[in-house]
């Protein structure tokens, strides 16, 4: 597994790949690495710890985590 504790392109892809995998995502284009700021990193790594440890999200979870990655995407 990557160590994880350091804010890399590298680990904020692995992160991102890992939010999308966890929850079946369709539109994965919504996540792409290069539409977030490694000032996110940190955030985004302890949204990635939370989801690995679900088994299944409900229609609010998926809503809430859709959302809260939303926000922490650059603004263009």
Known sequence: MADLKEATQENLRFVL????????????SVMRPEDFDLSSYEDLLYLYNMVQKKQSFSINEMTAIVEELGSMRKQS
Request: hydrophobic share 40%.
């Open 17 to 28: 790949e890992g939010i999308k995998g966890k929850l079946n995502m369709v539109n994965a």
